[in-house]
Nanobody, 122 residues
Framework: GHLTESGGGSVQTGGSLRLSCGASGFSSSDYYLTWVRQAPGKALEWVSSISPRNITYYTESVKGRFTISRDDASSKVSLQMNSLQPEDTGVYYC?????????????????WGQGTQITVSS
């Protein structure tokens, strides 16, 4: 299976971006779909997950600013990011697993993408 992210870029503080991730080669509708990020020089950080039944989970720092959603008909998961801050800068990865995970290593997930860069400037 594969996951492919898109939608990264550069934005000023307070701006918005929408990330998308397409799944192929496995039945993503049966999986928890997750976004994690890695800031320069820091460990991987869990950001948000959505269950197969559309229950959503967020790390505290993004609650009220980020919204995760899934479209199982097109095998996609999206992350709408509003009110972006410089501390949101990093490489964002989507990941998938049948279990709900907040792991610090991509290889702990069943599938993960190549990542997309988000840069928020002040």
């Amino acid at each position: 299976g594969h996951l492919t992210e898109s939608g990264g870029g550069s934005v000023q503080t307070g701006g918005s971006l929408r990330l998308s991730c397409g799944a192929s080669g496995f039945s993503s509708s049966d999986y928890y779909l997750t976004w994690v990020r890695q800031a320069p020089g820091k460990a991987l950080e869990w950001v948000s997950s959505i269950s197969p039944r559309n229950i959503t989970y967020y790390t505290e720092s993004v609650k009220g600013r980020f919204t995760i959603s899934r479209d199982d008909a097109s095998s996609k998961v999206s992350l709408q990011m509003n009110s972006l801050q410089p501390e949101d800068t990093g490489v964002y990865y989507c990941a998938a697993d049948v279990l709900f995970m907040k792991r610090s290593r991509l290889r702990d997930y069943a599938y993960w993408g190549q990542g997309t860069q988000i840069t928020v400037s002040s």
